[in-house]
Nanobody, 119 residues
Framework: QVQLVESGGGLVQAGGSLRLSCAAS????????MAWFRQAPGKEREFVGR????????TYADSVKGRFTISRDNAKNTMYLQMNSLKPEDTAVYYC????????????WGQGTQVTVSS
């Protein structure tokens, strides 16, 4: 069982920046990748991006590409999401999740952190 805790959310004006953290604890040895998702009110959960834990290779959704950057600290079992040039449409609850193996769905979801971007 892996526990994930997101932090760093808040209220920011359009064009501003936020940095989210996702701290993992428990048995994380088999982690293949860590991923960020978000969910706005009344909408489906949306993939934001992920990072391969071994080599740091990142993948992003087109909606955030060029604005968001995912990084990791293996020693701390922590993943980060640097969000720049924020837009009102980025407003959502942001979740992190663990991908234990290639080709399997994410699991071990965190509790989420609210990001609100005002215009």
């Amino acid at each position: 069982q892996v526990q994930l805790v997101e932090s760093g959310g808040g209220l920011v004006q359009a064009g501003g920046s936020l940095r989210l953290s996702c701290a993992a604890s428990g048995r994380t040895f088999s982690t293949y990748a860590m991923a960020w998702f978000r969910q706005a009110p009344g909408k489906e959960r949306e993939f934001v991006g992920r990072i391969r834990w071994s080599n740091g290779y990142t993948t992003y959704a087109d909606s955030v590409k060029g604005r968001f950057t995912i990084s990791r600290d293996n020693a701390k079992n922590t993943m980060y999401l640097q969000m720049n040039s924020l837009k009102p449409e980025d407003t959502a609850v942001y979740y992190c999740a663990r991908v234990p193996q290639i080709g399997v769905p994410p699991r071990d979801w965190g509790q989420g952190t609210q990001v609100t971007v005002s215009s």
